[in-house]
């Protein structure tokens, strides 16, 4: 895999006179698209200072999410680095107001804002009902704007360059780039910086440096996301092309899959996640997302009945309209993509077939 280190530029001949930033690079001779930067790039660490300050707030909190509770691997890494530039700033007189840099317990649910404030002020990580909106009582009961490192890291560019600026890559709609998480059968995964509009089928050929073997679906949008044939991988990687087809931008998870793929098992694992992740403050999603599951493990095990396919859509109408949070309201997502898009291969495995030949092995 090719990887930017920061600030460096990717393709070899530098003439171009493009500042050392990655970011919006236009060269057209760049042999990689340029567009590609790692995560941990200073305006990431910058921008939420910036939004404080552009809000006249009073302080900043970053919340790095160590998964599981562990209090190591990416989120100390984050928190090492932030403290770090913290430290910087406050060298140089840049930081006039405080900034705290606390590592989470982790979780998916806590990309809800109401459940990430009741984890800073140490209760449980479940979402509260709303109103009151953070805007209006949030943190410690204050009016609390909450935004993830990546939107903040576009502050500090905006402000250098210009609105006109941003908006000159993305589309009309939807300006400017999403960090992609390509993983999957392609032969470069990783995490890169994209042109919002993008078609995910670039994002695989350009970007992942292709796929391996013949593409079968095309994994969007994380365990919220869809499961998308390859007959729709032109899509492009865009807030309303993605919910058309019943799914989410989301993180901007990317999950390539070849033939050698089963479309089931790969949507019971997204289902397994969303069971265990919910956080059981409300039925259901709590008992949903854990009957859905258990429905794709007689799935894949050849146990299931045509009724249990009518069930898995009666409970999906249950989550998406009676979840109290994002989590549970979108956890069907990828169980009627896989119904609308690939019902044969369900058909399939109601009589015990498995074209991957990857299910019906466990008992
Ligand atoms: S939808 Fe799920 S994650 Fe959200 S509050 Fe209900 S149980 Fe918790």
Redesign the pocket.
Known sequence: MVAAPPGECLKSNASCGTPAELTRCKCPQAAIPPWRKPYYSAPTRSGGLSGTLACAGEAALTFPSAPNGKQHGEAKLSQQRMLAALGGARAEGLCPVPVEVRLGGGG??LG?ET?LINAIHGYRS??LARPPFPAVSGLNAQPTVINNAETLANLPDIVRNGADWFRSVGTAETPGTKLVSLAGDVRQPGLYEVPLGTPLSDILNVWGGGVQGALKAVLAGGPSGSILPAALADTSLDVKPLQDLGGVLGAGGIVALNSSRCAVEMVRGLVAYNAR??????????EG?VRVRQLFDALVQGKAGASDVETLDYLSDI?AYA???????M?PNPVRALLRHFGEEVREHLNGECRAQVCHERD
């Open positions: 998916y649910v809800e459940a479940e979402p992740e919910s956080c059981g403050k409300c039925t259901p999603c709590r997302t989550l979840s109290l949070c994002g989590l549970g309201q956890a």
